[in-house]
Structures are given as structure tokens and as C-alpha cells.
């Protein structure tokens, strides 16, 4: 692995663990186990490499995402898929947990690829849905794109219980939920 790639692995995890004010260029060097001049030489400075580790972080969770949302089966199925895949409940969403963070979400540049990604999950999600009403798995009055962001608001909502309590059984309460009252929902 080079260098860059140690900087933007090490800004990943630091980022999720700490957030942004957190994320101290010397942690960062240090995790990397890179010099300060390895870092300033690939990136402009602390800004520059968080935006590059946050927008892995995004690509990261797409794909993820579209492994069981593209998989074969049907809407509920693959929906099912995503929701229970395993995950660090307890480290939260790492998209999901910077949008928490005041200075990422003052940051312009920043802010959009979680944005973005938040936004894409929705889609998805709402396009597998509507894949689910095309095929009679759904009835036509389910809204995809309300149930869609329903389902993003209990997982990132999850997240934020499982938190709390230091547990993940209110998250995996909140999944089993969305999921019985989405599968109330097929036929």
C-alpha cells in the first residue's frame, strides 16, 4: 500500500472513531506511519485529505449497498439483504455519524459527498421498491420514495439508539420493524 492510500485509510478510520476536529494531522500521520512531509507532498493539508478519505468512505458504503440491492431476488428480499447485512452498529454509520459532526457539515465540500450518498441510498433503495410494484411484490399505493427515505431515517435512527444505549439490540429492533411493516406491505 503507498503512502496516499495509508493517509486516506488511516483519515477514514480516524474520521469515523473521532470526527473531524478530532482527526489531528499529527493522529493522522501517526496511524499512517508517515512523516509530515509525506502528507503535505500528497495532499494540501487536513481539509484536502479528509474530503479524499470521506468520499472513499461514500464509494465504500455504494458498494456495499449495491451488492445485496443488486442481487438477485425480490424487492423485499434484497432490501431485507441490505438492512441485515452485518455492520459496526456501535461505530455507527461512518457516513451518517460525520453528517453529526459541526464543522464537516459548515464545510461546503464536505458536506455533499455525504449528501450525495445519503441521497443515492435513498434512490436505490426507492428504485428496488419500485422494481417490487412493477412485478406485483408491492402494492401501488406504497410511495417508494417516502418508504425509501423511511428506511434511511430507521437505520441512520439505529444507529444513533444502539449508540446510546451501548448496545445493538435498538438498532436490530429498529430494522426488524421497518422490515415486518415492509413485508406487511408484499403480497
Known amino acids: 500500500m503507498d503512502t ?10 480516524l474520521l469515523w472513531e473521532r470526527g473531524y476536529v478530532g482527526t489531528s494531522p499529527k493522529a493522522i500521520q501517526q496511524r499512517a506511519g508517515v512523516g509530515q512531509g509525506s502528507m503535505y507532498h500528497h495532499f494540501s493539508g487536513k481539509p484536502g485529505l479528509a474530503l479524499a478519505a470521506v468520499r472513499r468512505s461514500a464509494e465504500e458504503m455504494r458498494a456495499k449497498a449495491e451488492a445485496q440491492l443488486s442481487a438477485p431476488g425480490g424487492a ?20 451518517g455519524r460525520l453528517t453529526q459532526d459541526p464543522d464537516v457539515i ?37 410511495v417508494p420514495a417516502e418508504t425509501a427515505a423511511t428506511i434511511v431515517a430507521v437505520l441512520q435512527g439505529g444507529y444513533v439508539l444502539a449508540r446510546a444505549a451501548g448496545s445493538a439490540e435498538p438498532f436490530d429492533q429498529a430494522i426488524r420493524g421497518v422490515l415486518a411493516l415492509l413485508s406487511s406491505q408484499a403480497r
Open 76 to 95: 423485499v428480499e434484497r432490501v431485507s439483504a441490505y438492512l441485515l447485512r452485518e455492520r459496526e452498529v456501535l461505530r455507527g454509520c461512518p457516513i
Open 4 to 13: 496516499a492510500e495509508r493517509l486516506i485509510q488511516s483519515t477514514q478510520e
Open 106 to 142: 459548515a464545510s461546503e465540500s464536505l458536506r455533499a459527498p455525504l449528501d450525495e450518498t445519503l441521497g443515492w441510498l435513498r434512490g436505490r433503495l426507492a428504485e428496488v421498491l419500485a422494481e417490487g410494484q412493477a412485478r406485483g411484490e408491492l402494492p401501488r399505493g406504497l
